[in-house]
């Protein structure tokens, strides 16, 4: 009998945790409706007077529906032109924003603005709650030429200075979308470049049967102005007017167009192998490059840093199949030196970083990727990659997350197109992989190559880091595919604590020389910067949002600690930020704490966390975790259960506690039972 009273006791209190977690599962699901009401909250009435003024005085607007064969930006005559689709509706601070825009921007003479879709409602009258029908934000990137000659980035919403393109000679064909297209390419040679306002201006009208199906329509769409073989005619007098020597080529499957770009010879290429007891593997890579590569002039170098006995002679035998250098020095793996070497080894005009697990299948695509790195403006190039035998994607690019450098679209099929081409599109991008990265050689060596203090993370994205502050574009070339042998279940090497605490050490000496791009990329913006593989609109954190307040972050004084040999340790923990941090628009500095937690084997529904901060009396403060959605930790634990609440994001107001250095642990408490566990978090966090 106290046995089932005991089942059902612990029945009611499993539901009761489940029902919350459900809750707090479905609250954070929806974040952009969260980002609207917060970020364009209060908009005043009297700020609708002042669109109204600058419009009459500043600011035209016109539709990109009426700009046909005789349209001419000299018969109008406001100061800066709105240019906007017929199919959607500004928002109502649109003009202002613009005409604020250009006078603190003297330099820029074509900007273009950020938009979502709006849903039109089957009745007449929207509801009280506009925001509502808002859906998937369009974030664009900061000024991407090579994304321009794929399509018009731009999209529905754009201005310029009308003074500095009335001599601007106007196409005058019949479609107004091949006009707009060739304006925007000559308007964005001049000196300066096109400048991007970060805000949501314009509303692209969309109808359907719900909300998710709108959502994948537009997630799937490629129907863009400027993609296809009709457009290519219009990029190639670019290419002429620029002095570019470049053809287009067709993908049959797709219909997109790629600019193809020509040498006046054929420079040599080197391509740099790091391995290491993997024999049979380089040997394939090897094989399939010299079967299909079309380009003419390269040279091979293994580096080998101390293979054993067997593989290196099995290595040396291949080199009469088939030639290639082998530069074997022992020594611990790091890939940044191991590429180093090879770097100083090669003689080419051109350098490619090839993993050993790589498989060339296609016979253009160092032509291509050779192209597009000749180009002055061109950093790294890097390729789509997909996982062998599969139409999965492994790579189309690196993006700067909030959580760290990241592969969107990683396992989705790439039979299908995502959130604007972004894996069919030529892309520039704040990084691509080194897994095949080709880049200038003497650029290589300029940036003293890659940074031998990250030995196996991030070394790629450090280049490419350092390439964007130069200046220079980081090119992801989608019509070059490669397949990547890595294996499928790579991810689960998360679970590995060593590998885990290595990856947030290399991650930290990352933005330690990068601190602007902390949490931050041009190419994407502050909406979609999360950690999920897919585009979508980021939570909005609550130390982000204006009217955050202490409420939502108790901080209370906690039980001591209970002896290290009594403790049940079984967290898994990877704490992605710790320390001091300044939010715009925020008076005050905040401490923050975040990552992700989760108790292996065990339903993590069932369990509430808080963050234990000892101090160096032995002191304890408690703070319960906000947990946050991490649709990314649950794809790397596909064995866990409820685990897509794991992530947790807190933040400690300066002056809260006293200053100390304090040891971080994180304790959870099963809702069902009396068990409790604990688990230090292997950081400090110092208050000033």
Known sequence: MLGKIKDAIQGRLYRKCIEEYERELRCQTEPYLVWVRETEQGSPAAAKNAVVNAVVNAVGIVYIEQCGRAFSLAALKQDYILFVSEAGRLADWAADEIAQYFKTHQDIDIVYADEDAWILPEEQELPADESAHRVFPWTKPMWSPDTLLSFLYFGNVFAVRRTAFIGLEWLGDDDYRKNIYDFVLKASEGEHCPGHLEKILFHAYRTGKNRAEIEEKLMNETDLIGVGASYDWIRERAFDRRGIRAEMAVDDSTGVTYPIYSLLDTPLVSIVIPSKDNPEVLKQCIRSIQRHTAYPNYEIIVVDNGSTETARSALEAFRQECSFEYLYQPMDFNFSRMCNLGAQRAKGTYLLLLNDDMEVFESSWLTRMVGQASLVHVGAVGAKLLYPGTSLIQHVGITNTISGPGHKLKLLDDNMSYYYGRNRF???????????????????????????????????????????????????????????????????????????????????????????????????????????????????????????????????????????????????????????????????????????????????????????????????????????????????????????????????????????????????????????????????????
């Open 426 to 688: 030529v892309y520039d991008l704040i990084g691509v992989t080194a897994a095949c990265l080709l880049m200038r050689r003497a650029c290589f060596l300029a940036m003293e190559g890659l940074y031998e203090g990250l030995a196996v993370a991030y070394n790629d994205v450090d280049l490419c880091f350092r390439l964007h502050s130069r200046g220079l574009y980081n090119v992801q070339r989608n019509d070059v595919v490669l397949y990547h042998h890595e294996s499928l279940s790579r991810g689960d090497d998360l679970k590995d604590e060593r590998k885990l605490k290595r990856l947030t050490a290399e991650k930290d000496t990352l933005y330690s020389r990068h601190p602007a791009l902390y949490r931050q990329d041009p190419f994407i913006g502050t909406l979609l910067n999360s950690g999920d593989p897919e585009y979508r609109c980021r939570w909005l954190e609550g130390y982000e949002l204006s009217g955050a307040g202490k409420s939502d972050q108790i901080l209370m004084e906690g039980d001591r600690l209970p002896a290290p040999e009594t403790m049940n340790q079984a967290i898994m923990i990877s704490v992605e930020e710790c320390g001091r941090e300044h939010f715009e628009k925020k008076e005050k500095r905040y401490y923050l704490i975040k990552g992700w937690a989760y108790v292996p084997g065990a339903d993590n529904a069932r369990y509430a966390f808080k963050i234990l901060l000892v101090n160096s009396a032995g002191k304890v403060w408690a703070l319960p975790v906000q947990k946050r959605y991490r649709k990314d930790v649950a794809a790397i634990l596909p064995n866990e259960t409820n685990v897509l609440m794991t992530g947790f994001c807190n933040w400690i107001e300066e002056g809260a506690l006293p200053p100390d250095t304090y040891e971080l642990w994180m304790t959870a408490k099963d809702g069902c039972s009396r068990q409790r566990l604990y688990r230090s978090m292997e950081k400090r966090l110092t208050v000033e």
